[in-house]
C-alpha cells in the first residue's frame, strides 16, 4: 500500500513527467524531480531484496525477487499483482515497448513550455 507524503502542486496537475523513481530494498518512492520531495512510497508485500521497476506509459511495473507487481505511478496504489510461480528469483531484467526510456522528449518539453508560460504569467 502506498504511503502519501506531503506533496506540491494540485495532484490533478501532476503527470508521471513531474517525478523520478527508485527501487531497492522490496520499495519503490516517487520523488518530485523538482522539489525532491518524496511524494510516495510503496513496499512489496512478498518478495525481498532489489527492485527492478519500469516506467510502462500509465504504468510503474516492479519486479520484486520473483514477483510482479503494477502500481499507478501518481499514486503509488498498487493495480495488480503476480507470484510468477515457477520462473525463479533475482534481479529482473524488465523490457516494454510502451516502455519510457528515454522518457517521451515531446511530453517533457510541453510540461517545460506550460511551467514557463505560468512562471510569465505570474511575474506580470
Same mark, same amino acid.
Given at each position: 500500500? %502506498?504511503?502519501?507524503?506531503?506533496?506540491? #502542486?494540485?495532484?490533478?496537475?501532476? $503527470?508521471?513527467?513531474?517525478?523520478?523513481?527508485?527501487?531497492? &530494498? /522490496?520499495?519503490?518512492?516517487?520523488?518530485? /524531480?523538482?522539489?525532491?520531495?518524496?511524494?510516495?512510497?510503496?513496499? %512489496?508485500?512478498?518478495?525481498?531484496?532489489?527492485?527492478?521497476?519500469?516506467?510502462?506509459?500509465? @504504468?510503474?511495473?516492479?519486479?520484486?525477487?520473483?514477483?510482479?507487481?503494477?502500481?499507478?505511478?501518481?499514486?503509488?496504489?498498487?493495480?495488480? @499483482? &503476480?507470484?510468477?510461480?515457477?520462473? #525463479?528469483? #533475482?534481479?529482473?531484467?524488465? %523490457? $516494454?515497448? @510502451?516502455?519510457?526510456?528515454?522518457?517521451?522528449?515531446? %511530453?517533457?518539453?510541453?510540461?517545460?513550455?506550460? @511551467?514557463?508560460?505560468?512562471?510569465?504569467?505570474?511575474?506580470?
Amino acid at each position: 500500500m %502506498a504511503e502519501k507524503q506531503r506533496t506540491t #502542486g494540485s495532484e490533478s496537475e501532476r $503527470s508521471v513527467a513531474d517525478f523520478v523513481f527508485a527501487g531497492f &530494498n /522490496r520499495r519503490v518512492i516517487a520523488i518530485d /524531480r523538482y522539489t525532491g520531495e518524496i511524494v510516495w512510497t510503496w513496499k %512489496a508485500p512478498q518478495g525481498t531484496g532489489y527492485a527492478s521497476i519500469l516506467l510502462d506509459g500509465d @504504468r510503474l511495473v516492479v519486479m520484486v525477487n520473483g514477483y510482479a507487481y503494477c502500481l499507478d505511478p501518481l499514486f503509488g496504489q498498487e493495480v495488480w @499483482r &503476480n507470484p510468477l510461480k515457477g520462473l #525463479g528469483t #533475482g534481479v529482473a531484467c524488465i %523490457a $516494454s515497448t @510502451r516502455g519510457s526510456t528515454p522518457p517521451d522528449l515531446a %511530453a517533457l518539453a510541453e510540461v517545460a513550455r506550460q @511551467r514557463a508560460a505560468a512562471a510569465a504569467a505570474a511575474a506580470g
